[in-house]
């Protein structure tokens, strides 16, 4: 079974911390997403990357950066956080190319006060 | 860059057919159709592809339009098990920078 996994189920951050979201997949995938989910947008990119050390920006890259530094681990940085960032993050793994299904990770719900 | 789904939601009694739309501004390279059950992670359900290829779910059913760039997600005979948010996302090229819709939250009642 293909497996994501993220760190935290739940965080609770004050306004102006850093915070580290990470993201882990056993099963070689290339490819690795972040999305934010909020209530009637769906599910919006942040940033996705196609390779160690590779990324390429989604729709809503304010605010966050990544990093991939091993092929099975993405890691989604919040550098200054805010209440606005308050949200449920995805984490998401697929082979690379279109015609692959993408596995998620069971989803990290993010409060910044 | 997302699509667009409708409808936003609809509510089902068990046995009734259903029919979402996910339509894009852009051509289109495949969409994916996901389920996503509450409190859980979004579940692939299907992929189609420009050409006409199809991999996915045996009980669901969806078609490509690749002229009017859209695709639409057939549930029949649907069960309570169906009730979730269904998503589409969409490529543009075969360049794994997928975007999603918005979501159509599809209840299903006894």
């Known amino acids: 079974d293909v497996k994501v996994t993220q760190s935290s189920r739940y965080l609770v951050k004050r306004t102006g911390e850093k915070v580290f979201l990470e993201c882990v997949q056993d099963m070689d995938h290339e490819n690795m997403f972040w999305y934010r989910q909020d209530p009637g947008l769906g599910l919006r990119l942040i940033y996705f990357?196609?390779?160690?050390?590779?990324?390429e920006k989604g729709d809503i890259p304010e605010g966050y950066s990544v990093s991939r530094e091993k092929k099975e681990r993405f890691s989604l940085i919040l550098e200054s956080a805010s209440t606005n960032q308050t949200s449920m993050y995805l984490c998401?793994?697929?082979?690379?190319?279109?015609?692959?299904?993408?596995?998620f990770g069971p989803g990290t719900r993010l409060t910044v006060t | 860059q997302q699509p667009v789904q409708s409808p936003q939601a609809v509510i089902l009694r068990e046995g009734e057919d259903a029919v979402i739309n996910c339509s894009s501004s852009k051509a289109l390279y495949s969409v994916h159709w996901y389920r996503q059950k509450h409190g859980e992670a979004p579940v692939f359900l299907m992929i189609l592809l420009k050409g006409g290829e199809q991999k996915g779910h045996e009980k669901i059913s969806a078609s490509f339009n690749e002229k009017k760039q859209q695709s639409s997600l057939y549930l029949t005979a649907s069960q309570l098990s169906y009730s979730g948010t269904y998503f589409c996302g969409t490529e543009i090229d075969n360049n794994n920078d997928m975007r999603f819709g918005a979501g159509t939250r599809l209840t299903v009642k006894p």
């Open positions: 998401a793994s697929s082979l690379l190319g279109g015609v692959y299904e993408q596995y």
């Open positions: 990357s196609y390779d160690v050390k590779m990324k």
